[in-house]
């Protein structure tokens, strides 16, 4: 039996393009106080967005 490759970004919530990522930060930054901390990026394993923390 073959395995499916998994990328490391499968648990991760995915966005179709940037305008939808920076909205969801937005809206999860409003919700949970969390100032603008929230960055869209182009995932490289699977080629969607993803967010992270700001450092």
């Not at 106080?33 to 993803?50: D, F, M, T």
Request: charged share 25%.
């Amino acid at each position: 039996m073959e395995e499916t490759p998994t990328f490391p970004c499968a648990d991760k919530i995915t966005f179709d393009d940037e305008k939808s990522a920076k909205t969801a930060a937005i809206v999860a930054d409003w919700q949970h106080e969390l100032a603008g901390n929230l960055v869209p990026y182009r995932c490289r394993y699977c080629s969607l967005w993803h967010l992270a923390t700001k450092n």
